[in-house]
């Protein structure tokens, strides 16, 4: 079975310009997770979403973050304009939320950003 | 705020000793407790979960739950060198909400 699928595995660009990452949870699950992870911060929440609608998006840094999900397949994690403190490395992860509970997550292979 | 602790390591161990992984959290109510494995340069995964007070059992793993000291443990017996990477800490506050992450132990266990 595939796992989460995420792209690009890297990706290098210059301050100014847009970042669009992109994830494709496991087939089945209803519940998509975006965390970024550094050294000095670990691993972060940025957004999850359950059943394609946005659940909290308090961990969305600023207003040069934004993400969607316009299908239970696909998700876009979108950073304009990108700045030096963004490189990091980001994961995509999904699960299946059954009642009031999100069973295990499975992480993507992340997408490293460095931003020149 | 909601935090989740651990020692950021490294912790070394000989290969064949026991490993012991903590973590405190700061909400009282957190309802599960999760340990997941990060191997250099690779994503998360996991490795146990645990939801009441006591221990469970998983192989040459253990988790450890003592909610009144808001402390989780991972044990590792019979480390192998292969077990040596960062272990990362996971927290749910209530159901319906995502995970909040320690920023991880480093082991090394050496041959």
């Known amino acids: 079975d595939a796992g989460v699928i995420q792209s690009p595995r890297h990706e290098v660009t210059e301050m100014g310009q847009e970042v669009t990452l992109r994830c494709k949870p496991i087939?089945?699950?209803?519940?998509l997770f975006w965390y970024r992870q550094t050294m000095m911060r670990g691993l972060e929440l940025l957004i999850y979403?359950?059943?394609?609608?946005?659940?909290?998006d308090s961990g969305m840094p600023e207003d040069r973050f934004s993400a969607k999900m316009p299908n239970a397949s696909f998700s876009t994690l979108k950073i304009q304009p990108s700045e030096p403190r963004d490189s990091a490395v980001y994961f995509c992860?999904?699960?299946?939320?059954?009642?009031?509970?999100?069973?295990?997550?499975?992480f993507g292979p992340g997408t490293r950003l460095t931003v020149l | 705020q909601k935090e989740v602790e651990q020692n950021s390591g490294p912790l070394s161990v000989p290969e064949g000793a026991i490993a012991s992984l903590n973590c405190t959290y700061s909400?009282?109510?957190?309802?599960?407790f999760f340990w997941y494995r990060q191997y250099s340069g690779k994503s998360p995964e996991l490795i146990m979960s645990?939801?009441?007070?006591g221990d469970k059992e998983d192989g040459r793993f253990t988790a450890q739950l003592n909610k009144a000291s808001q402390y989780v443990s991972l044990l590792i017996r019979d480390s192998q060198p292969s077990d040596s990477a960062t272990y990362l800490c996971?927290?749910?506050?209530?159901?319906?909400?995502?995970?909040?992450f320690g920023k991880g132990t480093t082991l090394s266990v050496s041959s």
């Open positions: 992860a999904s699960s299946f939320k059954r009642g009031g509970s999100y069973n295990e997550q499975f």
């Open positions: 087939s089945g699950h209803n519940s």
């Open positions: 979403f359950n059943n394609n609608v946005p659940i909290d």
């Open positions: 909400d009282r109510v957190s309802q599960s």
């Open positions: 645990i939801y009441s007070n």
């Open positions: 996971a927290v749910k506050w209530q159901a319906g909400t995502a995970l909040i």
